[in-house]
């Protein structure tokens, strides 16, 4: 039998990764934020001065990418041994990672990674095409949005939390031009699956959205 694979797509900000981590936490099953592999891979890009125009430099960098997650109550990653967790939630390393995400060849280099982490008892799959491409197959599908407007105040919120500086009317944009990118691409666009739930969670609480979610897997 398939190992079962949740997955939950959509764009930046819907407060896709907080549910994730709650649901796959709740249900004992793994999680896998891929928006962290491709955000890792900016990292590397930025450490490394690469010209983003350069496709050969970048998959090369891509190929030889050394990750390391553990996913406790939050998430650390480490790049190459070294834990780059506090650089990863910055909006130029969103920026790049959603450049280099529109690249099919990276996109296919990082793929066997993300289908790594399907391991036993489950996985929840946070991202924009887990249900469309990584994980096809998956029983249960979720589409998670959220106005524009409140997907921006949440990422503001969160910045601020960290301690990151931030600026509400440069996020908003950030975020649409994010958006824009990551549903116009070519390769695996951000599009809902044909049998996914869409939820807006504009007006929810994140423990309704947590609870919706979690009652698709739990009655089975
Ligand atoms: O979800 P997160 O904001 O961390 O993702 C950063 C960027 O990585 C996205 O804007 C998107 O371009 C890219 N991404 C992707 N496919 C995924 C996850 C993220 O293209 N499955």
Do not use: H
Not at 17 to 32: C, E, I, M, P, Q
Not at 87 to 101: D, F, P, Y
């Amino acid at each position: 039998m398939a190992i079962p694979v949740l997955t939950i797509d959509g764009p930046s900000g819907a407060g896709k990764g907080t549910v994730s981590r709650k649901v796959a936490k709740n249900l004992g099953w793994n999680y896998l934020d891929s928006g962290s592999i491709y955000r890792s891979l900016a990292i590397a890009l930025l450490q490394k001065n690469a010209d983003l125009t350069d496709e050969d430099k970048i998959l090369e960098i891509a190929r030889t990418l050394d990750l390391a997650f553990e996913c406790n109550d939050e998430l650390t990653v480490r790049l190459t041994g070294v834990d780059i967790t506090a650089q990863l939630g910055t909006e130029a390393t969103g920026n790049v990672a959603s450049i280099v995400a529109a690249i099919p060849e990276v996109r296919q280099v990082l793929l066997q990674k993300q289908k790594d982490f399907r391991q036993l008892p489950g996985l929840v799959a946070d991202g924009r095409d887990m249900g469309t491409v990584v994980f096809p197959d998956a029983e249960i599908k979720v589409f998670l949005t959220a106005s524009a407007d409140e997907r921006a105040k949440r990422r503001y919120k969160q910045l601020i939390e960290k301690g990151i500086d931030a600026n509400i009317l440069q996020i908003t944009r950030e975020i649409e031009e994010r958006d824009c990118r990551d549903r116009e691409r070519k390769t695996a666009p951000l599009v809902q699956a044909e049998n996914a739930l869409y939820i807006d969670s504009s007006a929810m609480t994140i423990n309704d959205v947590i609870a919706q979610v979690l009652s698709l897997v739990l009655p089975r």
